[in-house]
């Protein structure tokens, strides 16, 4: 690796050359009147300047020897007499807090900076500013399109409402199902205070009628596999003459924003099935991997699996689960789980389900599972989600209490 004061004392010689000199380094041409330092070659310029590369650790050192330690040094480098120090790290991280990318990054005296684009990575990945007058201010949420599952949001929603408008309680949970709840994943001792270790992109945990504003609180009638997110009537059954109708929902939007909605039970199915079928596509799986895996051959979807209870996809080798969860530990020192995913990063274009777990009768749990309420009952008190479990490769659709606090993904409501 380069030595980066003594590249830093050649530099500081070439300027201190004399107290107004300018220098060229490449030519004997002159240097621009507005550098004190130019690099150029004769004829047209063809090379560039190498900066250091690195393997960025830490973004923010707080002493001399954690600033040495975050590039791979050693010893101790003083905070402020490394001020505008410009480094290439070579390794991205996305599982740090905050999340460390490949590129060029200068120190500020408090933190190294990114001098690039925040971003995705992938052409396919987008970002929706959600400007609602909200708790936590305006936020970015980055989505994708799924083949056939249609837009989905890749990070969990933290939206509440602070607009005078629908309301909500900072609460581990209650008794009713009607209590609009919401809590930080891994809120140990204040459910309205975020925790050291939250990142945005875990979002929050709701109550199913926070997650969908009261929208369904008068509903019972099983909404399980039925299209409730279409504005239209359809015919139950088959039958020459039956008159039954069933009268299908519009859209609920939820607490997603305008133009976007809370999935409903089949369209959680959709996502899983595209996910199934093509997770070469959203997975650090290889189609040579997925090959000798005779779970995802694209033909072995379980119709069975959209109207079933417990876990979908898990036999054989690997399940459709693994490439929906994401790679990194839940972020507590103090549980650090294997997740077992093989999701790609949101940025690169993968669903990335963290472990933010869920909150239950007044105790908030996290680091192995992660668990989303659909958008449609089942019964008077209970609603679908969608679970996974970092010990299981398939995922789970149960039934549950609408008093649970779960987590929320959106979907992009069709053109």
């Not at 380069?2 to 107290?19: E, F, G, S």
């Not at 960025?56 to 001399?64: I, W």
């Not at 330690?69 to 991205?92: C, F």
């Not at 749990?365 to 989303?372: E, I, V």
Request: one cysteine or more; proline letters at 5%; a negative charge.
């Amino acid at each position: 690796m380069i030595n980066l004061r003594n590249l830093a004392l050649v530099i500081y010689i070439l300027l201190a050359t004399a107290i107004h000199a300018q220098v060229t380094i490449g030519s004997g041409q002159e240097p621009n009147k507005g550098a004190l330092l130019d690099l150029k070659e004769e004829g047209d310029t063809k090379r560039g300047l190498g900066m250091p590369r690195v393997e960025l650790t830490k973004l923010r050192p707080t002493t001399p020897t954690e600033l040495a330690a975050s590039i791979g040094g050693t010893g101790e480098w003083g905070l402020d007499e490394h001020t505008a120090l410009i480094v290439y790290n070579t390794k991205g991280n996305h599982c740090a807090t905050p999340e460390i990318y490949e590129g060029l990054y200068v120190f500020d005296g408090e933190k190294w900076q990114y001098l690039g684009q925040k971003g995705s990575v992938s052409t396919k990945v987008s970002y929706y500013e959600d400007t609602r007058d909200q708790l936590l201010g305006k936020q970015s949420y980055p989505y994708r399109s799924f083949g056939n599952a249609g837009i989905w949001m890749t990070e969990n929603m933290r939206y509440v409402p602070n607009d005078n408008g629908a309301t909500m309680t900072a609460s581990a949970g209650g008794s009713n199902s009607s209590s609009k709840y919401y809590t930080y994943p891994n809120a140990k001792d204040n459910p309205e205070i975020a925790p050291d270790t939250w990142d945005p992109s875990q979002g929050l945990l709701y109550s199913y009628s926070a997650a969908t504003l009261g929208e369904q609180d008068e509903e019972n009638i099983d909404q399980g596999q039925k299209n409730i997110n279409q504005e239209q009537e359809q015919v139950a059954g088959d039958t020459p003459g039956n008159n039954e109708v069933e009268i299908t929902k519009g859209k609920i939007q939820g607490i997603c924003p305008t133009g976007w909605h809370v999935p409903s039970d089949r369209e959680w199915n959709q996502l899983e099935k595209e996910v199934y079928k093509n997770a070469h596509l959203y997975s650090t799986y290889t189609e040579n991997e997925l090959r000798d895996i005779a779970i995802w051959k694209p033909s072995s979807w379980n119709p069975e699996w959209e109207r079933g209870l417990n876990e979908r996809g898990s036999e054989g080798q690997g399940g459709h689960g693994l490439a929906m969860l994401g790679a990194c530990k839940f972020p507590d020192p103090d549980i650090q789980t294997d997740s077992n995913g093989k999701s790609l990063s949101t940025e690169q274009g993968g669903i990335n389900i963290p472990l933010t777990n869920d909150a239950v009768g007044g105790g908030v749990h996290a680091g192995d599972k992660a668990c989303f309420w659909t958008a449609s009952v089942q019964s008077n008190d209970t609603a679908w989600f969608r679970g996974l479990h970092n010990k299981s490769k398939g995922v789970y659709r149960q039934a549950h209490p609408r008093t649970y606090l779960y987590s929320v993904r959106c979907k992009k409501d069709k053109d």
